[in-house]
């Protein structure tokens, strides 16, 4: 079973947020994602994760509680789309069906 330590989701955000990495987050995201016990105990992270880098798909993954959750702690999110119908679009997706 592999475990993830929190720094590397950290340094992975970092790398997102000055080079636009998603690779990194993407890899994270699947390992915490992949195991129902390790997505469990790090729900915190993975809510980071996707609302850091805006993949809500991943959000797909989670149960309907485990989203409710995330929306519930993710302001960026809620106070961005709140009220769109389209509840997975990042902001560049978004750009393009609002041009």
Known sequence: MSTIK???????????VLDNKTEPVVDILNR???NEVIKKDNLDLIFM???TTQMY???SYLSKE???MFFSCD???S???RGVAIPFY???QLSFLYE
């Open 6 to 16: 929190r720094i590397e989701l950290i340094n992975a955000i970092n790398e997102y």
């Open 49 to 51: 994760g996707i609302a």
């Open 57 to 59: 798909g991943f959000l």
């Open 90 to 92: 990042n902001s560049g």
């Open 79 to 81: 106070n961005s789309y």
């Open 32 to 34: 915490l994602l992949d």
């Open 66 to 68: 485990e989203q409710l």
């Open 75 to 77: 302001y960026f999110r």
